[in-house]
């Protein structure tokens, strides 16, 4: 079964459709990006850059929290967190709906770490130099045999706890080598 036939998908909107508003009364709106991808991904704020934003009377396709969405950029899935819910993305991402017999969170482990799917992009790819997935291409993905709902409900839970608890191992080993560096700065100065 390929993914269109389980999975309706939306663009995002074409950025250079957007038309700048300089009036005080349009509203002003975030861009999602590469940095709210994987901070919704670990679940926690990694850091990185302010998002972009840009002041519109534009009608925009915005993300709600719970959204899923696909870079066509990176080739990642997240689940979009509430801190993100209004931002605006752009035709770099897919909006992903999934019907009621598959779970979110294994979507997302799905694409991000399915052997099955990383081949067929992989197929795709071969002898071109694209940098770009593209609708088409996410589309005609096949996707495994689906486990029950319930056991996709397991698998897409752990993969996301284990995706935070990896992040907040990682930030205290930073964290503990600047104290550590601060510490020797003290023994040393």
Same mark, same amino acid.
């Given at each position: 079964?390929?993914?269109?036939?389980?999975?309706?998908?939306?663009?995002?909107?074409?950025?250079?459709?957007?038309?700048?508003?300089?009036?005080?009364?349009?509203?002003?709106?975030?861009?999602?990006?590469?940095?709210?991808?994987?901070?919704?991904?670990?679940?926690?704020?990694?850091?990185?850059?302010? %998002?972009?934003?840009?002041?519109?009377?534009?009608?925009?396709?915005?993300?709600?929290?719970?959204?899923?969405?696909?870079?066509?950029?990176?080739?990642?899935?997240?689940?979009?967190?509430?801190?993100?819910?209004?931002?605006?993305?752009?035709?770099?991402? %897919?909006?992903?709906?999934?019907?009621?017999?598959?779970?979110?969170?294994?979507?997302?482990?799905?694409?991000?770490?399915?052997?099955?799917?990383?081949?067929?992009?992989?197929?795709?790819?071969?002898?071109?130099? #694209?940098?770009?997935?593209?609708?088409?291409?996410?589309?005609?993905?096949?996707?495994?045999?689906?486990?029950?709902?319930?056991?996709?409900?397991?698998?897409?839970?752990?993969?996301?706890?284990?995706? =935070?608890?990896?992040?907040?191992?990682? =930030?205290?080993?930073?964290?503990?080598?600047?104290?550590?560096?601060?510490?020797?700065?003290? #023994?040393?100065?």
């Amino acid at each position: 079964m390929r993914i269109e036939d389980v999975i309706t998908i939306t663009m995002g909107t074409p950025q250079f459709r957007i038309k700048e508003s300089l009036l005080d009364s349009a509203p002003t709106y975030n861009f999602y990006g590469q940095q709210e991808l994987e901070n919704d991904l670990v679940g926690i704020e990694l850091g990185g850059e302010e %998002a972009k934003t840009i002041s519109t009377l534009d009608d925009l396709s915005l993300i709600k929290g719970g959204d899923i969405l696909f870079s066509l950029i990176s080739g990642r899935a997240t689940i979009v967190r509430h801190s993100h819910q209004g931002y605006l993305y752009t035709q770099n991402y %897919a909006k992903l709906i999934p019907q009621e017999r598959i779970d979110g969170n294994y979507l997302v482990y799905l694409l991000n770490e399915s052997e099955f799917i990383k081949k067929q992009w992989l197929k795709e790819l071969q002898g071109s130099a #694209v940098l770009k997935h593209t609708v088409k291409q996410l589309r005609r993905l096949e996707l495994p045999k689906l486990h029950s709902y319930e056991k996709q409900k397991i698998i897409g839970d752990i993969y996301f706890k284990q995706l =935070r608890l990896h992040a907040l191992k990682k =930030r205290a080993a930073e964290l503990e080598k600047v104290l550590t560096i601060e510490k020797l700065k003290e #023994v040393d100065g």
